[in-house]
C-alpha cells in the first residue's frame, strides 16, 4: 500500500491504494510511518517527495475503520495515525509534497507539517472534522494558523468547505500550481535542486525554520487527540457516520 523508490538523493514515497482513493487505514498509517523513518535514518537520503497514486492524493482517515473505531472497537496497530503524526512534525529533512488530487482530512492537514507543496490545478483539499463531529487533526490547528493566519484558518478547519489549487496557493497553504501532467516533473525538479546541497545543512536549515514551532505542533496535536477522543462515538459523530454509509448528508439538527 507504500510504495517507496529512490531517484537519486530524493526519497518518492507514494501512497498505494487507489480502490478506496488512497484512503488510510491502520496497514497503511503504520506503513507510511515505517517509510519516513527510514528515510529520516538513510544517510544517501536528501529529501523526501510524498505524493499519492491514480487521480487521488489521500481521502483520509478510512471512514469505515473510523466507524469501527466510534463503536468502541479495539485495532492493533504499530504507530498508527499519532505515531505518524509525531514522526511529521519531527521529520528532519524536507518534505516535499505534488498534491496530484483530492485531499481530505489527513490529505489536507499534511500541508502544515511539509516544507514545500506543488499542487496540481487539478487538486482540491477539504478538512471535513466538522461534518464528521469530530476535531482538527495532524497540528493543523496550531500549521493552519501559522501559515494562512487565523480567519482563513478557521474556514478551513471548520466549513468541511472544499478549497480549490489556486485558493490554496493565494492563502499559503501551496508553493506553486502546476497543470497535471508537469506535476511530478515540476515537483522532482526543486526536489533534485535541494538534494545537491549538504544533507547536514538542508536540516540545519529546516531546524532553525521549524524548531520555533515545533512546540507548539505537538501541544496541538495533544489536544487535537483529547477533542477528538471525547468526539468520536458522540451522537454528532454517530450521526455523520450513519449518514455516510446512507449515502445522505448529515442531520446535526438538535445534536450539541
Given amino acids: 500500500m507504500i510504495e517507496v523508490r529512490n531517484d537519486g538523493r530524493v ?9 478506496a482513493k488512497n484512503a488510510m487505514n491502520v496497514a497503511m498509517w503504520d506503513g507510511a510511518a515505517r517509510a519516513f523513518l527510514d528515510a529520516e535514518n538513510d544517510p544517501g537520503v536528501a529529501v523526501v517527495v510524498f505524493t499519492g497514486s491514480d487521480d487521488s492524493f489521500s481521502a483520509g482517515q478510512d471512514v469505515i475503520e473510523m466507524g469501527r473505531l466510534a463503536m468502541g472497537e479495539q485495532i492493533e496497530m504499530e504507530h498508527g495515525f499519532p505515531g505518524l503524526t509525531k514522526i511529521l512534525i519531527d521529520f528532519p529533512k524536507p518534505l ?33 472534522f466538522t461534518m464528521l463531529g469530530v476535531a482538527p487533526e495532524l497540528a493543523s490547528s496550531a500549521t493552519f494558523p501559522a501559515l494562512v493566519g487565523r480567519q482563513n484558518a478557521t474556514w478551513a478547519l471548520m466549513s468541511s468547505e472544499w478549497l480549490a489549487a489556486e485558493e490554496c496557493r493565494e492563502v499559503g497553504l501551496a508553493y506553486k500550481v502546476c497543470e497535471p501532467a508537469e506535476l511530478m516533473e515540476v515537483t522532482m525538479r526543486h526536489a533534485h535542486t535541494l538534494a545537491t546541497k549538504p544533507i547536514s545543512s538542508l ?13 507548539a505542533m505537538h501541544a496541538a496535536h495533544e489536544r487535537e487527540n483529547e477533542e477528538f477522543a471525547v468526539l468520536l462515538g458522540s451522537a454528532a459523530n454517530i450521526e455523520a457516520m450513519t449518514a455516510f454509509a446512507e449515502k445522505r448528508e448529515p442531520d446535526f439538527d438538535g445534536i450539541d
Fill in 11 to 19: 526519497r518518492v514515497i507514494t501512497l498505494m491504494r487507489p480502490e
Fill in 96 to 128: 516535499v509534497l505534488a498534491v496530484n488530487g483530492m485531499g481530505l482530512g489527513f490529505g489536507a492537514t499534511i500541508l502544515g507539517v511539509a516544507d514545500l507543496v506543488f499542487m496540481s490545478t487539478t487538486a482540491r483539499l477539504k478538512c471535513p
Fill in 203 to 215: 536540516m540545519a536549515c529546516k531546524r532553525t525554520i521549524v524548531e520555533p514551532m515545533r512546540a
